[in-house]
């Protein structure tokens, strides 16, 4: 009996110091204070972890995937990371989209700003700017991808949190996820393998979507 009570209290410790392990480190604080207000810097990583893990052309992830909070420089643990995340376990999935929807999709983004709202985007691989004083749904002003301004016609595919996919936030207005294929990654997933790719990740300053 002791003997198996000793082996019972060996995994026990294993699988604790296995589960509490770091995956990577930051090298400063990631700010998520207000994600429904504008682009934070968590918001970013986790667009660029999704967009990282399908090679996509694009990623985006609405305000209301995420959660309020600091991730703090130093040792990250996938504690910290789920704790960030509103579903850390909701599937990562392309769809392909028209520039037009691209474009539909952000209007709506910033159609509150500045008062918040979890359709706010955060994303990856592009870059876009909108009028604050405009009227709804003529706000933007500039979409590029790869410095290329974005024609409705264009063909896009996007990567993002299957919930925004199948039209989460208001989004189904613009599209469905009748065609989208999953990952096979979660959100959480991604941003665990993205950090532990990197060894160390850095908060990205770059603006995506900015107002002007």
Do not use: C
């Amino acid at each position: 009996m002791k003997r198996i009570a000793l082996f019972l209290f060996f995994l026990l410790i294993t699988s604790t110091s296995v589960f509490a392990a770091p995956v990577g480190r930051a090298g400063a604080d990631f700010d998520n204070a207000r994600p429904q207000r504008g682009e934070t810097a968590w918001g970013r990583l986790v667009a660029d972890s999704i967009r990282d893990a399908t090679s996509a052309d694009i990623a985006l992830v609405n305000a209301g995937a995420l959660k309020t909070g600091t991730l703090r420089a130093g040792e990250i643990s996938s504690a910290q990371i789920n704790a960030l995340l509103s579903f850390p376990g909701d599937d990562v999935v392309t769809i392909t989209i028209t520039g037009a929807q691209l474009r539909a999709a952000l209007e709506r983004a910033v159609q509150a700003y500045p008062t918040g709202s979890t359709a706010f985007l955060h994303g990856a691989g592009f870059t876009a700017a909108f009028n604050t004083q405009a009227p709804t749904n003529e706000r933007l002003t500039v979409l590029r991808i790869k410095g290329r301004e974005v024609q409705n016609a264009d063909s896009i595919q996007a990567a993002m949190p299957a919930g925004l996919a199948q039209g989460g936030a208001g989004y189904f207005t613009i599209w469905n996820g009748d065609k989208a294929v999953k990952a096979d990654t979660t959100v959480s997933q991604s941003i665990i393998a993205l950090v532990k790719k990197s060894g160390e990740v850095s908060p990205d300053s770059t603006v995506r979507l900015q107002p002007q």
